[in-house]
């Protein structure tokens, strides 16, 4: 019900003028989420606004999160292990940047999602049993309608099995399992609107109908060989195996050819291959979680659990069960992509779980292995008359104990200081200390999504950069050309062409789409350092990137130098275009100084004359511009 | 004829009809002499008239007509007439003569004697009715605007004298009309006084003058008051203001706002007084919290200084709420199950305030009847409705009202009379109770039901097993406290040699210790039932207990004997150590078999 829903809502307010076909372009399960506990919520009469729901979402999200860790943790190793998991993902920095009060994000659902899969298939691979596999089945569908990261489970679900299969531990258990997730799971992916038919066509999905297929011939094999004796059954074996090669290889060029089935799409690229993003889609490179992640950026979000994780490995290792294989696989698959490939900081959302589930393992099973050595004083008094020569065992395990809860509690320390100091402040207020240590308090955005939403005519077309879209979209609620949801990179490079031209030419632009106000983005005068002067060579790249932006050169915006500056010395280009007499506009008068990037600025009498400011917000940070319309002939 | 008359019918239905409310011109009253005050300095028009009346006929006068011409009519948002000092009653009326001027009729308190005077004082608030002019200026300009009146007083009767006091705020006026005598000081203009005017004398009068005080309307209040009868009670307004002052024309800059301050039509902040005891105050929009206001308390109320998020300029508008909380005990009043709550219709907002449409809401606690309002000025009661919010039933009954342009003067109470049984206040927490009984029911049962439709015989048996493990566990544990015991006891003979003393006592121990043998023997026995696997291990346990426990009787013996010197101390060392070591063993065992079970 809720999928057809989603499929009929169109959003007129957002890319104008293309407008948004909703349920086509969203993972709808965080809306869906939130609406049903909102209706059951006051269908009980606990009259509790929406925006509430919202608000209260991730970390309701959160606490689940950290039961499943719990079970998931327990089913892997002990009741133990699963308690030091849970313990350890519930503070977690790197899930608890996704997780605070008024994060309303597909990740915070998709986390528990991901993990409740994974808590499913575990149970079904040690039961065998249809129930936990529909189950996981199910879980797996939540997961598809929550997030795009859905493929990493299918992938590495998948690769579990086949990893059993190697090692000879696939038993009837795993093919049930297997089988009826793939069917049911693959099945109902295909109901959410925005996946579609990419389960069956693009070439992320293909491993896991790959294995599926490798399932049904190995379960194929094992019957004939109890039937057949060990010459004619190596005769037929290996008869078949080369037929079926040839086969598949001819069939997947035939359809690769043919087109049926997709080329690898530029985020799957980008995950293989770090650089294929930043040479080939600009608009994926810019967003900073595609950034590579740092290797301080580990320790800041994960703290202790960088090094307890081998140990959590080598437990696994040292009693290895086919549930260890999985997390495994899914710890060493998730650091390979977060951190050696330095591909997203994003994935940290991914590594941060198996972190606390395989450092939970190892924290337990050293304790508890320590635990027992410490006898407590009465009977300690009597062994050292009894054992002399075990005398310094019980020392030796306190001391540890004591060294492993100093880890513990200062990864408590470690973990409160991130969330508060990092993870706390809103990013639509900004804050600062005054000269007198008071607090100063900036709330500009805000000020000017309010102004628009008041102040200007229901129907006018906002156009800024889609950083703001959304935004724009919530607390104004206005329309606008581009948004976070960047689904469409033409229409995103057409605003970064208007943004990054002469103002002539922008104003050609404007025209066309049809634009009333223009929103930029000052940290000049505050010092806010991510404005639109900062982000101004994205939107050059974007912008020249298409057909329609070849007149948007990179280079023409750097100085003879290479470098890019807005003083006096920086390249006329960039002097003269629109997005720089707009934010400097006023700004020029004297001083005329961008404390960000600590310049006297370099055209400070421009006159935009197609534009007027329309408002400026308290400390400058955002300014809106009305478009003025043509003037009338002779005027 | 037939036509006359049915037209004679027609004027007598109408007549009979409008009979009741037709004023009447009295021809006897004369006004001897009105000084009036026309307050121009705010947004809102204060007029003040005080009239000395005459009664120039012959028979007592019971009441008198106050006049309004058309346009004040249109824009009036409260009268009030004085006498003495106590306020008359008024109602409006109609005159057949002057079809196009408002009347009131105001009842005087004593009926006015022939050839008597007496002085009245009528007050009334005009809202909208200074004109921006221009309609829209720069960011920069002053503003400035027009007002029109009439340079005399409109009145049904003639008047032998009358002056008119014109107040403005600055002394920067464009242009004034002049009807002499005009005098103009630097805060005021004075018309009149003009002698022996007629009855309805109209002579226009305008005003262009500046007028920078703030041009602020409410364009629509919703007021909602939730009552608990648990002592609170829940105020929150919501709030659209509009500048209605001269619009802006051109850019904003923020650049001029900053440096030059010269935006004097602009509105920064206002000031909001809500009752002294308001807790809990909140200051929000559609989007979150407001973070730019002040609040401060005084001894009679509650100050906030509100800032919207955007200074207003002439046609900006904002929206936001504004909620707190009182205790109930100011407002509600009660004798048995009769309630009285006693209420403001609306609150300060700003000085000088307009509110174009109040909405106002009292949600009342369930299970309230008999629901009786009285206000101090007539307004629209809306439909009761419902509201359902936290563990209600059958809903909160609502009653709402509107009224439309509204100044300070309407800042008046409201009286609701009700019935609320006071044994209803046990609803809501018995609902509570028996939601969470039945919740606890629900899980007794569940977990006290056996769904399984076959008996798992290897989960029981396992079950079983474990529970009589456990009390292995615990009987050794008893037994290994005793075995402490006993080698206290060793100890103590060594050094106390008293060896009947220690005999007893160790006799006793000794005995104990063989009772809980004899326990874990009964449970090796329950325990091969289920496991023989765990029955073997227990049994391994016992027989290695004896040889522990052979070993500490003979150390005993040992010792008895050397106290009582049977046995020299190089004797009880040769047979000690081997003993010691045996004991060693037979506890190293011990513990690793406890472990496995």
Known sequence: MCVCVCVCVFDDRAWYPLGRIIGGTIYPGLMVTSAAIYHILNWLHISIDVRNVCVFLAPLFSSFTTIVTYHLAKELKSPGAGLVAAVMIAIVPGYISRSVAGSYDNEGIAIFCMLLTYYMWIKAVKTGTLFWSTMAALAYFYMVSSWGGYVFLINIIPLHVLT??????????????????????????????????????????????????????????????????????????????????????????????????????????????????????????????????????????????????????????????????????????????????????????????????LSGIAVSSLLSTYMKQIDDVKVEKKKQRFEGNYFMRSEIATLFVCVMSVFLVMYTLHCTWVTSEAYSSPSIVLSARGH????????????????????????????????????????????????????????????????????????????????????????????????????????????????????????????????????????PTLLNCLIFGQVYTEGGKPPGYDRVRNVEIGNKDFELDVLEEAYTTEHWIVRIYKVKDLPNRGA | MRGCRYLLLCVLVGVLALGWCQGELNKDLVNKKIERKVDITSQVVKIATKITLENSGAAPVKSFLVALTPEEKEKLSSIIVQSGGSVLKIRETKVDEQPDVAFYKVDLREPLNPSKTVNVDVEYILTHILEPYPASIQQGEKQLVKYSGNHYVLSPYPTTTQTTTVAVPSPNIESYSRLKPTAHTDTSITYGPYESVAAFSEDAMSIHYENNSPFLTVTRLERMIEVSHWGNIAVEETIDVLHNGASLKGPFSRYDYQREHNS?????????????????????????????????????????????????????????????????????????????????????????????????????????????????????????????????????????????????????????????????????????????????????????????????????????????????????????????????????????????????????????????TQFINDLVGKIRADSTDYADKVAELQKVDKALRECVVQQLTNVEKLVSGKMSKQQYMDTDNPLHRKKEEALERIKSLLSAI
Request: hydrophobic share 40%.
């Open chain 1, 164 to 357: 059993l299969m190697i090692t000879g531990r696939f038993s009837h258990r795993v093919y049930v399992a297997y089988s009826s997730l793939y069917v049911i799971g693959t099945i109902l992916s295909m109901q959410i609107s925005f996946v579609g038919f990419q389960p069956v066509s693009t070439s992320e999905h293909m491993g896991a109908f790959g294995v599926f297929g490798l399932c049904q011939i190995h379960a194929f094999v094992d019957y004939v060989r109890s039937h057949l004796n060990k010459n004619q059954f190596d005769t037929l074996f290996r008869a078949v195996i080369s037929t079926i090669a040839a086969a598949g290889v001819l069939t997947l060029a035939v359809l690769a050819a043919l087109g049926k089935i997709a080329p690898w799409t530029g985020r799957f690229y980008s995950l293989l291959d770090p650089s294929y993003a930043k040479n080939n889609i600009p608009i994926i490179a810019s967003v900073s979680e595609h950034q590579p992640t740092a290797w301080s950026s580990f320790y800041f979000d994960l703290q202790m659990l960088t090094f307890m994780f081998p140990v959590g490995l080598y437990f696994c290792f040292s009693n290895l069960t086919d549930e260890n294989i999985f997390i495994i696989l899914y710890g060493v698959l998730s650091i390979y992509f977060a951190g050696v490939m330095g591909v997203m900081v994003r994935l940290m959302l991914v590594l941060a779980p198996v972190m606390c589930i």
């Open chain 2, 264 to 516: 004097y039509s602009s509105i920064k902040s206002f000031k909001t007084i809500i009752p002294a005891s308001a807790k809990d105050v909140y200051y929000r929009d559609e989007i979150g919290n407001i973070s730019t206001s002040h609040m401060r308390i005084q001894d009679d109320a509650v100050e906030l200084d509100l800032r919207p998020r955007f200074p207003l300029f002439g046609g900006w508008k904002t929206h936001y709420k504004i909620g707190y909380n009182v205790p109930s005990y100011e407002y509600l009043y009660s004798s048995g199950d009769e309630y009285l709550l006693k209420l403001r219709i609306i609150d300060h907002v700003f000085d000088d305030m307009t509110i174009d449409e109040l909405l106002l809401t009292i949600i009342l606690p369930e299970g309230v009847r008999n629901i009786k309002l009285e206000t101090p000025y007539p307004v629209e009661r809306l439909a009761d409705t419902l509201h359902y919010t936290y563990l209600d039933t059958v809903g909160r009954p609502v009653v709402s009202l509107t009224k439309k342009n509204m100044v300070e003067a309407h800042i008046q109470d409201l009286s609701l009379h009700y019935r609320f049984p006071s044994l209803l206040m046990l609803q809501e927490p018995l609902l509570v109770v028996l939601a969470f009984f039945l919740l606890f029911l629900m899980v007794i049962l569940y977990v006290r039901l056996d769904l399984t439709l076959s008996k798992d015989e290897a989960t029981e048996s396992k079950m079983r097993v474990s529970s009589h493990c456990e009390q292995v566990h615990t009987h050794h544990e008893k037994r290994a406290r005793l075995y402490e015991k006993l080698e206290e006891e060793i100890h103590k003979l060594k050094s106390s040699k008293d060896v009947a003393q220690s005999q007893t006592t160790t006799k006793k121990i000794q005995a104990s210790i063989k009772d809980e």
């Open chain 1, 436 to 571: 007198d240590g008071s607090r100063i308090i900036f709330d500009d955005f805000r000020e000017a999504y309010y102004w628009l939403r008041h102040n200007t005519p229901e129907d006018a077309k906002v156009m800024s950069w889609w950083d703001y879209g959304y935004q724009i979209t919530a607390m104004a609620n206005r329309t606008i050309l581009v948004d976070n949801n960047t689904w469409n990179n033409t229409h995103i490079s057409r605003v970064g062409q208007a943004m990054a031209s002469s103002e002539d030419k922008a104003y050609q632009i404007m025209r066309e789409l049809d634009v009333d106000y223009v929103l930029v983005i000052f940290g000049g005068l505050t010092g806010y350092s991510s404005d639109d002067i900062n982000k101004f060579l994205w939107m050059v790249r974007i912008g020249g990137s298409t057909d329609k932006g070849t007149h948007i050169k990179e280079h023409d915006y750097y100085t003879p130098a290479g470098e890019f500056r807005v003083d006096k010395e920086g390249s």
